[in-house]
């Protein structure tokens, strides 16, 4: 179904979908059931508004923060909208034309338990590289991040550590942190990271992760950044 939907592309509609659904030859009574359900969840983030599409939210030059969570946020849909958000963002723009996207993804360890958010990251993580965007992970807890999208990754950014044990498992997946020690991490501060980037022409990244400091973002509602702080 994912193949279908990335072959809609743009045109991608829930309707589209269950139409596919219900003439795939291949699947039996109770695979399209499941499927439709699937879908469902789908369907609540669906724009039905003509002329809308996921530009209206996101653009060159601004950074657009999406919150996954909260208590309105059941894990059950957690899946459904990184895969309409990942496909969405690597699908091209005619308004804005090409343009490099970087999709940072922050905490991380949410996702522990969601086997199927995680199949569901990695497969279109697979898509990245070949869009013209880079993926980010960041978090201070990433032992629950399998091993495949840690190569799937352009840059690494690891926050305060406060255990041995999760810097050496990152350690082990990112080769750019590995001129670093636990002391080095043990000591960042509020908005400060190792930032590890996994390929780079720059010979300057190739020598192995740096340290950063993120001033904090002002923005207005929208994800519009008007300036740093």
Sequence with gaps: MLDEAQQQG?????AGLRHFIDNAE???????????VRLNAFAEFEDTEEGADIWDLFQPGCATVVFLG?????????????????????????RHGAFQRLIAVDEMNL?????????????????????????????QDLLCVPKELFGLSGLVAIMAQRSPAIWEHAQARVG?????????????????MLLGATETTDPGWQQGARHVRCRPLRFMHGGFTRAMV
């Design 10 to 14: 743009q045109r991608v509609t829930i």
């Design 26 to 36: 291949d699947l039996n009574v109770n695979q399209k059931r499941t499927a439709h």
């Design 70 to 94: 909260g208590p309105h946020m059941g894990r059950g849909k957690v899946a459904p909208l990184v895969v309409a958000l990942m496909n969405g963002l690597l699908q091209p723009s005619l």
């Design 111 to 139: 996702l522990e338990d969601d086997e199927l958010a995680w199949k569901a990251f990695i497969r279109t993580a697979r898509l990245v590289r070949h869009r013209g965007s880079t993926l980010m992970l960041m978090g």
């Design 176 to 192: 750019a942190l590995r001129g670093h020690r636990y002391e080095d991490v043990m000591r960042l501060g509020s908005g400060e």
